[in-house]
């Protein structure tokens, strides 16, 4: 008897929870919504069986009735929603436009970093039928819910890229992608660390999350479009480009250059960085992301994650303006140089005076960047695509 029980305990399929929250007064939202979940629950039951998969609606009476709505808005509503009631991942559906800012128009956004997607019927509804309806509907959440599974784009499955979801093939994932999915779900299906209980501090809830969770945070910060983060801020990238230009031409940065040790040029480094992440994380208000008064995973997780990102978004900046800086170097007369720096008759270190440039564009481009819009930061930080 003890066997059967150990056995039933071990077949015992982990609970995905997925909740779908619309507009309370909204009957359009909620009757596509019931279908979204009809269909997904006979799907996913059978093509994932290792799954047990729960699906609730929330009905709210605060969801935004405003046109376009602001997916951002939306995405960040939706993540407190998601804590507030346990569930893994939320879903928001409107038949409202979406807000655009990287596309010409949008029906979709998924966020890999607050595991939240929003979801527009309001193009969908346009179509002629509404066999093409219920296809590009369904094709169109499990796009975003790919994503949300650290799905990448494939021209040959439901993750095709497109401008326009009309409801034709492809529909639906393949074998390679259906693995892939399964692997990520069974990270989250786990049970959460505050579920299993005894850690009250802050500070050892968060070295337990690092512990357990540091390379799926460290892929998710990877997945997100960190490397290009900067180039995508214009008012932080013209602070930069200034700085630079007046740093190169000024006799007296030559002079700190040449005066500076290399091994403090490298702490240097470091605490600007550092600083740099910190300015923007708190500067532009981001720790606000996924706020939860209690200890909770999701909410720690989205946090890490987006001041990895923004970390490494510093770092691989600071790379671009070193290889910048190189090239620009040994462009100008060496002897020009040479004569700023105070070092007459010897060679200009390039990689020393590339460093120095580098961590003085980037204290720049931390200013610029708190000059910028709060929503287009947290935009681009959170949206994993506009679809």
Not at 179 to 189: D, G, R, S, T, W
Request: proline share 4%; charged share 20%.
């Amino acid at each position: 008897m003890a066997l059967n029980k150990k056995q039933t305990k071990i077949d015992t399929p982990s609970v995905v929870n997925i909740g779908l929250i619309v507009d309370a007064d909204n009957y359009v939202s909620q009757k596509w919504t019931s279908f979204l979940i009809e269909n997904l629950d006979n799907e996913f039951s059978r093509r994932f069986p290792c799954f047990s998969w729960e699906f609730s609606i929330v009905e709210r009476q605060d969801f935004p009735k405003n046109a376009p709505v602001d997916p951002l808005f939306l995405l960040e509503y939706g993540a407190d929603i998601k804590i507030e009631y346990g569930f893994d991942y939320v879903l928001l559906v409107t038949t409202l436009p979406l807000l655009s800012r990287f596309e010409q128009g949008i029906n979709g956004v998924p966020s890999n970093l607050l595991e939240a997607a929003v979801v527009s019927l309001s193009k969908i509804l346009e179509l002629p039928n509404e066999n093409l309806q219920r296809k590009a509907f369904l094709s169109l959440t499990k796009h975003c819910l790919g994503h949300l599974w650290g799905l990448d784009h494939s021209a040959n499955t439901v993750m095709k890229p497109r401008k326009f979801w009309t409801g034709q093939p492809p529909l639906d994932w393949d074998k390679k992608e259906e693995e892939q999915i399964k692997q990520n779900l069974k990270e989250i299906a786990d049970p959460r660390i505050e579920e299993r209980g005894g850690i009250k501090s802050k500070w050892r809830f968060y070295v337990k999350m690092l512990q357990e969770e540091g390379l799926s945070i460290l892929k998710d910060v990877l997945v997100v479009r960190s490397a290009l983060m900067m180039f995508h801020l214009g008012r932080s990238t013209a602070a930069t480009a200034v700085s630079i230009i007046f740093l190169f031409l000024s006799a007296e940065a030559w002079e700190i250059g040449s005066a500076m040790d290399s091994a403090w040029l490298d702490f240097a480094l470091v605490f600007v960085i550092i600083c740099a992440t910190l300015s923007f994380y708190f500067g532009q208000n981001l720790q606000s992301i996924s706020r939860s008064d209690k200890l909770k995973e999701q909410a720690v997780r989205s946090r890490l994650v987006l001041l990895g990102t923004i970390f490494m978004g510093m770092f691989s900046f600071w790379i671009n303006l070193f290889v910048i800086s190189y090239i620009v170097i040994n462009i100008l007369p060496q002897g020009v140089l040479a004569e700023w720096a105070g070092i007459h008759g010897k060679p200009i270190p390039d990689l020393h005076f590339s460093k120095l440039m580098a961590t003085f564009g980037l204290m720049a481009s931390a200013i610029g960047g708190n000059l910028e819009k709060e929503q287009d930061i947290k935009a681009l930080l959170i949206y994993t695509e506009e679809t």
